[in-house]
Antibody
Framework: EVQLVESGGGLVKPGGSLRLSCAAS????????MNWVRQAPGKGLEWVSSISSSSSYIYYADSVKGRFTISRDNAKNSLYLQMNSLRAEDTAVYYC????????????WGRGTLVTVSS | EIVLTQSPGTLSLSPGERATLSCRAS???????LAWYQQKPGQAPRLLIY???SRATGIPDRFSGSGSGTDFTLTISRLEPEDFAVYYCQQYGSSPLTFGPGTKVDIK
């Protein structure tokens, strides 16, 4: 079955760090660009970061630039998001999502993992 | 940054009725790089439409997309009970990728 499964969310204090993981299965992970998209409670969707299939190209939203780092391990079929200097406004469900080919829309999504930043 | 505005915010309809959802961009979306997603409570978004009018794999033909430039429309020809959800548009013609705030389609 083609799927993405996120893990690593939880409660963290402001200024703290957290590392999210996304395990891919059922498709050739190394052939696809991957992303993190987040959704604050009761709010809409916000693109966070993208990484190309070979990690050659990496992009971030301005809201997380300098604090978050996206990476991947194609040998382990895994995507990561290292989140540092967390703020209350980073509280959200974080989704792992796949780009289909060269066009940047999201054709496959994981179920998400909740990150709560609170003291 | 391209800002997407969706209207109406909420659409109250009955099963069997036609739903027309609008997505307007603050500047032209190049090559009609506009996608639509459906999201139900507690679930991840699901891709419905890409390229403004192409249905994603497995999406019923009651869903259709149209438009170009700055004005796009998602139409659900006859609402089924499972179609009541929130719908988001997303542009991928320029960076950063942006989403609209969503339209909730609920049961009248």
């Amino acid at each position: 079955e083609v799927q993405l499964v996120e893990s690593g969310g939880g409660l963290v204090k402001p200024g703290g760090s957290l590392r999210l993981s996304c395990a891919a299965s059922g498709f050739t992970f190394s052939s696809y660009s991957m992303n993190w998209v987040r959704q604050a409670p009761g709010k809409g969707l916000e693109w966070v970061s993208s990484i190309s299939s070979s990690s050659s190209y990496i992009y971030y939203a301005d809201s997380v630039k300098g604090r978050f780092t996206i990476s991947r391990d194609n040998a382990k079929n895994s995507l990561y998001l290292q989140m540092n200097s967390l703020r209350a406004e980073d509280t959200a469900v974080y989704y792992c999502a796949r780009f289909l080919g060269k066009d940047w829309y999201f054709d496959l999504w994981g179920r998400g993992t909740l990150v709560t930043v609170s003291s | 940054e391209i800002v997407l505005t969706q209207s109406p915010g909420t659409l109250s309809l009955s099963p069997g009725e036609r739903a027309t959802l609008s997505c307007r961009a603050s500047q032209s979306v190049s090559s009609s790089y506009l996608a639509w997603y459906q999201q139900k409570p507690g679930q991840a978004p699901r891709l419905l439409i890409y390229g403004a009018s192409s249905r994603a794999t497995g999406i019923p033909d009651r869903f259709s997309g149209s438009g170009s430039g700055t004005d796009f429309t998602l139409t659900i020809s006859r609402l089924e009970p499972e179609d009541f959800a929130v719908y988001y548009c997303q542009q991928y013609g320029s960076s950063p990728l942006t989403f609209g705030p969503g339209t909730k389609v609920d049961i009248k």
